[in-house]
């Protein structure tokens, strides 16, 4: 087995492990988790410009938290793809207007030049970089989007999530997940030809705030957003660039 199957089964395993209680795991179940997944659906959404003739892919749905949000918003054409059934099968009852598929990103099945946007959350960090991004600029239309919200590794409790393995499982992360060093990063859109790129740190929100001190956070972590060097330390990043038009 090579470096890049062993990735996919860690992955696959790694849903049946997580499939009972994923919402809880990924942090997206908690008061300030559920304040966090919809500003960054609004990131989607206004960003790519999505409306309901939009035809778009979302990479590694899970349990379809952000395809859900997504779609109420804008009744967009969506297609939501992940490794996992497991994950899948609660994602398929939540939305019947969605076409959800088991699909590696890595190695899309999708027609070149298919798809008006690709975006996905806290997804492009458990795959190969350089393969799944060349498929992704592939399937996109000419003129078309990318956007990805992920984990910032320049945030110190990131840092440490990431790198220390002891850590890394206790916090529920799969084997091979890391996470974004944004001017890398932004280097390799560059060579697989992406333009429009911007990539910025947002979100100091974390899920475990407590609901009282929410609305304090929150408005702290905008201030901070705002501020040069100090904003590098957020948790997330955004991530967004264009296929060049023809």
Known sequence: MNKLESK???????????????????????????LRAE???????????INSQSKVLEIGCGTAIFTEKIYNKTKAKITAIDISEDLLNQAKKKLPEVIFKIDDAMNLSFEDNYFDLVYGSSILHHLDFEKSLSEIFRVLK????????????????????????????????SPDETAIVRWKLAKLLKSLSFSAIKIFPYDFLHPAIPKPLINFVKKTGELIEKLPILKEIAGSVVIYAEKPKK
């Open 8 to 34: 996919i089964n860690n992955e696959i395993e790694h849903g049946k492990k997580i499939s009972s209680n994923a919402d809880e795991i990924w942090g997206w179940a908690s008061p300030a988790g559920q």
């Open 39 to 49: 500003r960054r659906a609004n990131y989607f959404v206004n960003l790519g410009k």
């Open 142 to 173: 000419h003129g078309g989007i990318v956007i990805f919200a992920e984990p910032n590794m320049i945030n110190p409790q990131i840092f440490v999530q990431k790198n220390i393995p002891f850590i890394k499982r206790w916090m529920g992360d």
